[in-house]
């Protein structure tokens, strides 16, 4: 009797790769690598698959495996949470140039990395990021690859078929068995978490995930970025039918934390947002960092 597949979708190694099956749909035909494997059944029950041959992957039962590669002495490690894809009608709904997203996202992350690099001599800074080159994701790759930064890429199997076979990234992966126990993995590697947005994912699993492990010296950092940068204001934080639109608004319009600054006359939001990031960058520094790096000062 065949195995049923689950909602989480399955990940194995075989002799010729690394095999990724989930159920779908046929949007996933347009992910280099995708193929379907019963095209005649209903829509639902339709499993898609994709081989990996060239990414170095790690299965559920290596994540300490996977972890070794965001290890050593005195590392910072940096995460962002947010929107993998904004439609084009939202662009012009919002008030944001496409591409505008991503190069703000990418801007925090290597404002926090130079920051950490010029007060705290001899600091790493490695980065944590979702794989796939969109969005959130693809901010957090291009910071890396900018400023030469080893990563780590976290996934699970449904997850994967946006990932690229990229025989020239050699960063590795580390793909759990579900979207839940990915979040977990993501957040417990990240020393600094930037929630910039997103929806139910970034709001269910990786800002809660972040608030669990907060005991370990994890640092949550809400910010509602695209308010900021948005010409219009940006999303809401629920549609009209209650889902999630914007997971940080959500959470900032229900939890009522203490505003990191007031923003009156002319004041740059996003310059506001960056100096932010980078006092709480240097505020999880002095906690993680070797007594001797922690209270050195400025490289300079």
């Keep these: 009797m065949t195995r049923k597949l689950s909602e ?33 059944v209903p829509e639902g029950e339709r499993i898609y698959r994709k081989l990996f041959v060239h990414r170095q992957i790690f299965l559920p039962g290596e994540f300490d495996a996977a972890q070794a590669f965001l290890g050593g002495n005195d590392v910072i490690r940096l995460g962002a949470t947010g929107y993998s894809t904004i439609k084009d009608e939202q662009l012009a709904e919002w008030g944001l140039r496409r591409g505008a997203y991503e190069a703000a996202v990418k801007g925090l992350i ?5 920051f950490i690099w010029e007060h705290f001599e001899g600091a790493q800074v490695k980065l944590c990021d979702g794989a796939s080159y969109m969005g959130v994701d693809q901010a957090m790759i291009e910071a890396g690859k900018a400023l030469n930064l080893n990563r ?47 929806r139910l994912q970034a709001l269910e699993h990786d800002i809660t995930a972040g608030i669990k492990l ?34 940080t608004a959500a959470y900032t319009k229900t939890v009522f934390p203490i505003p990191m600054a007031a923003a009156t006359g002319g004041a740059d939001m996003y310059d506001l947002i960056r100096q932010h990031v ?11 960092l070797s007594p001797d790096r922690a209270y050195a000062g400025s490289r300079h």
């Design 110 to 114: 290597m404002a926090q990395t130079r």
């Design 8 to 40: 989480e979708g399955e990940i194995k190694r075989t002799s010729e790769g690394v095999l990724v099956r989930a159920l779908g749909g046929a949007h996933l035909l347009d992910q280099p690598g995708v193929e379907c494997e019963n095209p005649d």
């Design 214 to 247: 907060g005991y370990m010296g994890k640092a949550v950092v809400p910010i509602n970025l695209l308010e900021a940068i948005c010409d219009h204001g940006g999303p809401p934080a629920w549609g009209a039918d209650g889902s999630v639109q914007d997971a």
């Design 152 to 198: 780590l890429g976290h996934s699970c199997p449904k997850f994967m078929f946006y990932v690229h076979d990229d025989s020239e990234d050699q960063t590795p992966i580390y793909v759990a068995s579900t979207q839940a126990e990915y979040s977990t993995a993501f957040v417990t590697n990240c020393d600094i978490l930037l929630s910039v947005g997103g």
């Design 278 to 288: 980078c006092a709480v960058a240097g505020n999880l520094c002095r906690r993680k």
